[in-house]
């Protein structure tokens, strides 16, 4: 025993004292090419000189690396998290600058911008040195492992025999996406489950698909009165979004109130880069806590000091973000170049954000989780948001997101190597919270917005431009007609709406909601035809629009389509109507959204072409989902054979609170959180 102990210090001394003679060596090289950066005064030293001033200058640069840089990250974690990758570089070379200035001895001198250049270097080669030393050497592999994670978190049980779960949601990969690319061998992780391990089941979202209203349903077994992403509640008078922390914050602790329960997380579970907590107690990257006080442990950024602790993984990182920020740089200006149709503009800030979502939060994530196994944690969840980003504005199927994808399964199989090395077997879980369907925007394709188009039909004033379109002067004649009054010199209908509240329109991918705030209920097909009574008619003529959800004094609630379409909600099973197109479950998924408190006066859902799958966003975004239409309400769920079928032969999984019903019978089938097996959420909140 103590002979094996002293054989990893060895062992331990060996490797450090290897990287420090590489680091001395890349630093001299380093010197001899820079003209910026010398180890020898002008007048000239001996060799012997320079090659002690650099290894006492690398010496310095490690040591300052392992002992400060935490505690310059720590301050980092006030920065907004676009900004950390630039200030790596620039910290990273300061702490070179003072390392050299540390020997009383040396004239080592190096130019800012070149110290940021020769430390970034510095960095990577220690950082690739230390890992190719612990490829034979399982302890030394799983320490170096234990350094991406939270070193803060606490261990779980020694070696547990019953096996942890990892649940890892590809954010917006649909099940027709990832069989393809399972099939071109873009994702060959995935392609070696499918082929032995692991089983592929589809399942339906809500009217909602989204990941606020499917994560929510997951985590927390109720997603009830989540109608879009965003929405407009008339007795607060506040907009909910589901990626704002507040209204994340909110909607977590309705759906714990409704339940009853915490979430799925619960019992010894992680909780890493997703809106909601699912009741773990270890939280990063964690939207629905940003705004508490919590402790260190369980800060929302908690997880990217726990990975830029490491200069080294921030060094690499900042490096991969740079590299995708000019990647992306690259693909929108080709696509400018091709003519490329459909195509949204992707410049501003969106490089940046594209790199945040496929380097920092897919490598903090992926970190997190491989801490988390070898901590020995019971149940995980994480959300790697990275394909759903580039979907939005590439396409979902897309070269571009297609690249995307391949990087998120070597993810897969770096997690899949480290449940080797956990003290506990791990069952790997991979699903999805909504596919993403193709198609130009509403605006690209009609020269208006939903927005405009609802003014129009309101008798408002709109843009110039929309009214110069064939559906900006369509809406305006049906007002013209309902009105049986000229139009006034001005353009517009001098109408009494003029001087009320103006309607408040919502995107939410391809589905729409329009609420009128001045008034306190929903209002009813018979308020809104006696106020604008233009309004519905052209909304649901319009060509780009497939169907409307409204309120019925006489029926409850009725869905609204083309030509005089009028169908109440209790007989669209046997009279389907606009609906047809949507496939199964459309008329389900209606219903339930009828029923929820905070459902929008006019819900609006774009058009589909069941041909191509397409729909029309009323946001810009080529690939969307929010909305019924397509791929982005097909998902999957992929899930190892030693699991129980998600559901009977011939059923179909539907709805996220299902999905969370499942996933706790698979935890219980583990031995692990005993959490009741209740079949209905409702049934919890009686």
Same mark, same amino acid.
């Given at each position: 025993?103590?002979?094996?102990?002293?054989?990893?210090?060895?062992?331990?001394?060996?490797?450090?004292?290897?990287?420090?003679?590489?680091?001395?060596?890349?630093?001299?090289?380093?010197?001899?090419?820079?003209?910026?950066?010398?180890?020898?005064?002008?007048?000239?030293?001996?060799?012997?000189?320079?090659?002690?001033?650099?290894?006492?200058?690398?010496?310095?640069?490690?040591?300052?690396?392992?002992?400060?840089?935490?505690?310059?990250?720590?301050?980092?974690?006030?920065?907004?998290?676009?900004?950390?990758?630039?200030?790596?570089?620039?910290?990273?070379?300061?702490?070179?600058?003072?390392?050299?200035?540390?020997?009383?001895?040396?004239?080592?001198?190096?130019?800012?911008?070149?110290?940021?250049?020769?430390?970034?270097?510095?960095?990577?080669?220690?950082?690739?040195?230390?890992?190719?030393?612990?490829?034979?050497?399982?302890?030394?592999?799983?320490?170096?492992?234990?350094?991406?994670?939270?070193?803060?978190?606490?261990?779980?049980?020694?070696?547990?025999?019953?096996?942890?779960?990892?649940?890892?949601?590809?954010?917006?990969?649909?099940?027709?996406?990832?069989?393809?690319?399972?099939?071109?061998?873009?994702?060959?992780?995935?392609?070696?489950?499918?082929?032995?391990?692991?089983?592929?089941?589809?399942?339906?979202?809500?009217?909602?698909?989204?990941?606020?209203?499917?994560?929510?349903?997951?985590?927390?077994?109720?997603?009830?009165? @989540?109608?879009?992403?965003?929405?407009?509640?008339?007795?607060?008078?506040?907009?909910?979004?589901?990626?704002?922390?507040?209204?994340?914050?909110?909607?977590?602790?309705?759906?714990?109130?409704?339940?009853?329960?915490?979430?799925?997380?619960?019992?010894?579970?992680?909780?890493?880069?997703?809106?909601?907590?699912?009741?773990?107690?270890?939280?990063?990257?964690?939207?629905?806590?940003?705004?508490?006080?919590?402790?260190?442990?369980?800060?929302?950024?908690?997880?990217?000091?726990?990975?830029?602790?490491?200069?080294?993984?921030?060094?690499?990182?900042?490096?991969?973000?740079?590299?995708?920020?000019?990647?992306?740089?690259?693909?929108?200006?080709?696509? @400018?170049?091709?003519?490329?149709?459909?195509?949204?503009?992707?410049?501003?800030?969106?490089?940046?954000?594209?790199?945040?979502?496929?380097?920092?939060?897919?490598?903090?994530? @992926?970190?997190?989780?491989?801490?988390?196994?070898?901590?020995?944690?019971?149940?995980?969840?994480?959300?790697?948001?990275?394909?759903?980003?580039?979907?939005?504005?590439?396409?979902?199927?897309?070269?571009?997101?297609?690249?995307?994808?391949?990087?998120?399964?070597?993810?897969?199989?770096?997690?899949?190597?480290?449940?080797?090395?956990?003290?506990?077997?791990?069952?790997?879980?991979?699903?999805?919270?909504?596919?993403?369907?193709?198609?130009?925007?509403?605006?690209?394709?009609?020269?208006?917005?939903?927005?405009?188009?609802?003014?129009?039909?309101?008798?408002?004033?709109?843009?110039?431009?929309?009214?110069?379109?064939?559906?900006?002067?369509?809406?305006?004649?049906?007002?013209?007609?309902?009105?049986?009054?000229?139009?006034?010199?001005?353009?517009?209908?001098?109408?009494?709406?003029?001087?009320?509240?103006?309607?408040?329109?919502?995107?939410?991918?391809?589905?729409?909601?329009?609420?009128?705030?001045?008034?306190?209920?929903?209002?009813?097909?018979?308020?809104?035809?006696?106020?604008?009574?233009?309004?519905?008619?052209?909304?649901?003529?319009?060509?780009?629009?497939?169907?409307?959800?409204?309120?019925?004094?006489?029926?409850?609630?009725?869905?609204?389509?083309?030509?005089?379409?009028?169908?109440?909600?209790?007989?669209?099973?046997?009279?389907?109507?606009?609906?047809?197109?949507?496939?199964?479950?459309?008329?389900?998924?209606?219903?339930?959204?009828?029923?929820?408190?905070?459902?929008?006066?006019?819900?609006?859902?774009?058009?589909?072409?069941?041909?191509?799958?397409?729909?029309?966003?009323?946001?810009?975004?080529?690939?969307?989902?929010?909305?019924?239409?397509?791929?982005?309400?097909?998902?999957?769920?992929?899930?190892?054979?030693?699991?129980?079928?998600?559901?009977?032969?011939?059923?179909?999984?539907?709805?996220?609170?299902?999905?969370?019903?499942?996933?706790?019978?698979?935890?219980?089938?583990?031995?692990?959180?005993?959490?009741?097996?209740?079949?209905?959420?409702?049934?919890?909140?009686?």
């Amino acid at each position: 025993m103590r002979g094996g102990r002293w054989r990893r210090i060895a062992s331990q001394l060996g490797r450090s004292v290897t990287v420090w003679a590489v680091s001395t060596l890349t630093m001299l090289v380093l010197a001899g090419i820079l003209p910026d950066f010398r180890l020898q005064s002008p007048d000239g030293e001996s060799a012997t000189h320079i090659a002690v001033t650099a290894a006492f200058g690398a010496g310095a640069f490690g040591v300052l690396s392992a002992l400060v840089w935490p505690l310059l990250v720590r301050l980092l974690l006030l920065v907004p998290a676009l900004v950390l990758g630039l200030l790596v570089f620039v910290l990273n070379g300061s702490l070179l600058l003072v390392a050299l200035r540390l020997n009383p001895a040396s004239s080592a001198e190096a130019a800012p911008e070149t110290a940021v250049v020769v430390a970034a270097v510095m960095s990577a080669v220690a950082s690739a040195t230390g890992a190719a030393l612990a490829v034979r050497d399982d302890d030394a592999y799983r320490r170096r492992l234990y350094r991406l994670a939270d070193r803060r978190r606490r261990r779980g049980p020694a070696g547990p025999s019953a096996p942890g779960t990892v649940f890892l949601q590809l954010d917006g990969v649909g099940h027709d996406v990832l069989v393809a690319a399972a099939g071109k061998g873009v994702m060959p992780t995935v392609a070696r489950w499918l082929r032995g391990t692991h089983r592929l089941t589809a399942w339906r979202t809500d009217w909602s698909s989204q990941t606020g209203a499917s994560q929510l349903g997951i985590l927390h077994g109720s997603n009830h009165d @989540v109608p879009a992403f965003r929405w407009y509640e008339k007795d607060t008078r506040e907009v909910m979004v589901c990626n704002r922390p507040t209204s994340a914050a909110e909607l977590q602790r309705r759906a714990v109130e409704r339940t009853g329960d915490g979430g799925l997380l619960g019992a010894d579970g992680a909780s890493r880069g997703n809106l909601f907590s699912g009741g773990a107690d270890e939280q990063a990257l964690v939207l629905s806590i940003a705004t508490r006080r919590r402790g260190r442990e369980n800060r929302s950024r908690a997880g990217y000091f726990a990975y830029f602790s490491d200069p080294a993984n921030a060094v690499r990182t900042a490096m991969s973000f740079v590299a995708e920020v000019g990647r992306e740089i690259g693909q929108s200006t080709r696509a @400018v170049a091709r003519g490329q149709r459909p195509r949204v503009a992707r410049g501003g800030l969106y490089p940046l954000v594209r790199a945040f979502a496929t380097v920092v939060e897919r490598d903090v994530v @992926v970190a997190a989780v491989m801490g988390d196994m070898l901590a020995g944690r019971t149940a995980v969840y994480a959300d790697l948001v990275a394909y759903d980003e580039v979907a939005h504005h590439s396409g979902p199927v897309s070269r571009d997101a297609e690249q995307v994808l391949a990087r998120l399964d070597r993810a897969l199989a770096l997690i899949a190597q480290v449940a080797e090395h956990a003290p506990r077997p791990y069952r790997i879980v991979v699903l999805s919270d909504h596919g993403q369907s193709p198609g130009e925007t509403f605006r690209a394709r009609y020269g208006l917005g939903l927005g405009d188009l609802v003014r129009a039909g309101c008798g408002l004033p709109v843009p110039r431009r929309a009214r110069r379109t064939h559906s900006g002067a369509e809406a305006r004649a049906a007002v013209r007609a309902a009105l049986r009054r000229p139009v006034e010199a001005g353009g517009e209908q001098q109408h009494p709406a003029r001087r009320r509240s103006e309607p408040l329109v919502l995107a939410s991918g391809n589905l729409g909601l329009v609420s009128f705030p001045d008034v306190p209920h929903r209002m009813s097909k018979e308020e809104i035809d006696a106020r604008h009574p233009a309004l519905l008619t052209t909304l649901a003529n319009h060509p780009g629009i497939g169907f409307l959800l409204v309120r019925s004094e006489e029926h409850g609630g009725v869905v609204l389509g083309a030509y005089g379409a009028e169908i109440p909600l209790d007989m669209l099973d046997d009279k389907p109507g606009p609906l047809e197109v949507f496939g199964p479950g459309a008329a389900d998924a209606v219903r339930r959204t009828h029923s929820f408190p905070h459902t929008a006066d006019i819900m609006v859902n774009s058009s589909h072409d069941p041909a191509d799958g397409e729909v029309l966003a009323f946001e810009e975004q080529i690939g969307s989902h929010g909305g019924l239409g397509g791929a982005q309400a097909r998902p999957f769920l992929l899930s190892p054979l030693a699991f129980s079928e998600p559901v009977e032969a011939g059923a179909d999984l539907v709805g996220a609170e299902q999905v969370h019903r499942v996933l706790r019978r698979w935890l219980h089938e583990s031995n692990g959180p005993q959490v009741p097996l209740d079949t209905k959420p409702e049934e919890r909140a009686a």
